[in-house]
């Protein structure tokens, strides 16, 4: 089907989204006039996370979409012929392609939480409001606080191998039953 | 940049870290929430979006 191919090639291109035109547009979307623009959300942790959902979303389903279809065809026959209903089959497949799916939230958490484009652009790099890891090292690096900066680069690369060492946990988890 | 720099920048963390400095705590909060908010989003419309992509799942009948 062709339909089927056009979603798989928009959503492979919105894996690879240059983070800093999410910025524009969800910027442009959000600002005054912009059509979203009452909502008011303009330099707040709110536009920096509809940022990141647009950037990590492709990343996910695509990823989910990939990890569901190399599961074993025969799979899905078996449960159907057992009776299963769909949402019980949807749920068999997504537990037999686990690895993939964690895989695929492991991409998308690298992706949001290395971020700086989108987040500096929309959420303006406010102390104390909207500053996060990634624009504070792009602050401290341009004002030449250089050992700050790389203190800041480290606990940001910390905290992404403990969050990633949890969900690799998470999956080992789901495997032993 | 020198190998000393990189020496006083790692200091300096584990320096902020311990003192649990405030100003970088909200930073490392604010990272977590933004990040992790996006995340739970995304995995909870993604997941099923990704599933319900497979042509698969779509050629039952009824």
Partial sequence: ?177 | MTLNDIVRGLAQAVRLILSADPALMEIILLTLRVSGLALALSTLVGVPVGAALDWRACERAG
Wanted: charged share 10%; no cysteine.
């Fill in chain 1, 1 to 177: 089907m062709r339909a089927r191919g056009l979603i798989t090639a928009l959503l492979y291109t919105g894996m690879g989204l240059p983070p800093v035109v999410v910025g524009l547009f969800v910027y442009l979307m959000l600002s005054r006039s912009g059509p979203l623009g009452v909502l008011s959300w303009l330099f707040t942790p709110s536009a920096m996370i509809a940022a990141q959902v647009i950037i990590a979303f492709p990343l996910v389903s695509g990823l989910t979409m990939t990890a569901v279809q190399s599961v074993d065809p025969a799979l899905r026959l078996q449960v159907r012929s057992l009776g299963a209903t769909r949402l019980q089959e949807v749920w068999a497949v997504l537990k037999e392609a686990r690895i993939g799916v964690v895989a695929a939230i492991v991409a998308a958490f690298g992706g949001v939480i290395s971020e700086v484009g989108a987040v500096m652009l929309v959420g303006g790099n406010i102390e104390g409001k909207t500053r996060v890891l990634t624009t504070a090292i792009v602050l401290n690096t341009r004002t030449g606080e250089f050992s700050l900066a790389l203190a800041l680069g480290i606990i940001l690369l910390a905290l992404a191998f403990l969050a990633n060492a949890a969900m690799l946990r998470l999956q080992g988890m789901t495997n032993i039953e």
